[in-house]
């Protein structure tokens, strides 16, 4: 599962920026005599700074730029909390450890926020603990426990909704959208590689009639049907995909033409219907819009001899 790069940025950059206008509050208006006005005044002076750079590379930088970010926040927040002259001081960062431990689990795949969320509480209360005054143990395990169990509920839902973003509800497979993300990964991985990666269209024969006789019931019965008993047939590393109506495509990593002839054979054996196939074996500097126009151009050349095949009968 991949993580929401732009969005997890966007969301940063509001982090920061609500940071440096506290860090500013902070150093304008100090809360005690020994309040460390030049650290936060510094620390707004950053914040602001890297709120501004993450809101406008929010379309550019990349992933690496979230787990750069929120590593740094953990810093920079430890460095508050060991610099803070007053429990209240430390326990008032218990927010943003909360506020960061739900962008990891919005923005990061699982495993990855876990472990930010992990770092983030391991490195601030060491900075808490490290800080001259006490008291504030029993406010802080607080935070450090919402932060821990907010975190893993954001997982979840994430986890959920991504899901259910990514996946066609009749068929459970991919739908268009990650079907053609997930494609295009695989397509850049083989260009890197040297691999071959082919492209398949798969389109039913006579589904409309299926439809009008057994109604619209069947017409699902017979996708999910198809779907299932091709999903047996596929390795873990292929990706197949309902493109819309009665039109599915599979991305296969390593295989060639050969390879795939050989694959469409073994799904034609599974399958409780008649479908047709067209495929393009990716050719060097090609996008992935290119090597499935050839594939589709391929179906309709099998279709339109199908039907020349069955006028002549």
Request: glycine residues 12%; proline residues 4%.
């Amino acid at each position: 599962m991949h993580g929401d790069r732009r969005g997890g940025l966007g969301l940063l950059a509001l982090l920061y920026g609500c940071a440096a206008a506290l860090c500013t509050v902070g150093a304008l208006w100090p809360m005690a005599a020994r309040t460390p006005v030049a650290l936060l005044a510094v620390l707004a002076v950053t914040g602001a700074g890297l709120a501004t750079a993450l809101w406008i590379g929010r379309d550019r930088l990349p992933m690496g730029a979230v787990h750069a970010a929120l590593a740094l926040l953990s810093l920079l927040t430890a460095l508050l909390a060991w610099q803070s002259v007053t429990a209240v001081g430390i326990v008032g960062l218990g927010p943003v450890l909360v506020a960061q431990a739900m962008l990891a689990g919005h923005a990061l795949p699982p495993v990855p926020a876990r472990l930010h969320v992990a770092g983030a509480v391991a490195v601030v209360t060491a900075g808490a603990v490290a800080a001259a005054p006490s008291g504030f143990a029993a406010p802080w395990l607080a935070a450090v426990v919402t932060a821990l169990v907010l975190a893993e509920a954001q997982v979840r839902q994430t986890g959920v909704l991504r899901r259910a973003a990514g996946t066609d509800p009749l068929t459970g497979v991919a739908n268009r959208r990650a079907w053609e993300e997930g494609a295009a990964r695989l397509l850049a991985a083989a260009a890197r590689t040297g691999e071959p990666v082919t492209v398949a269209v798969l389109d039913l024969d006579g589904f409309k009639a299926v439809n009008d006789t057994g109604g619209h019931a069947a017409g699902d019965l017979l996708l999910r049907s198809l779907s299932s008993g091709w999903g047996r047939e596929l390795r873990r590393s292929d990706l197949l995909g309902r493109l819309g109506g009665d039109e599915f495509a599979l991305c296969l990593p390593g295989s060639d033409a050969a390879a795939t002839a050989e694959l469409m054979r073994r799904l034609r054996a599974a399958s409780a219907g008649a479908w047709s196939a067209g495929t393009a074996t990716a050719r060097p500097g090609e996008e992935l819009a290119e090597v499935l126009a050839r594939a589709d151009a391929g179906l309709y050349r099998e279709k339109s001899d199908r039907r020349r095949g069955s006028a002549v009968d």
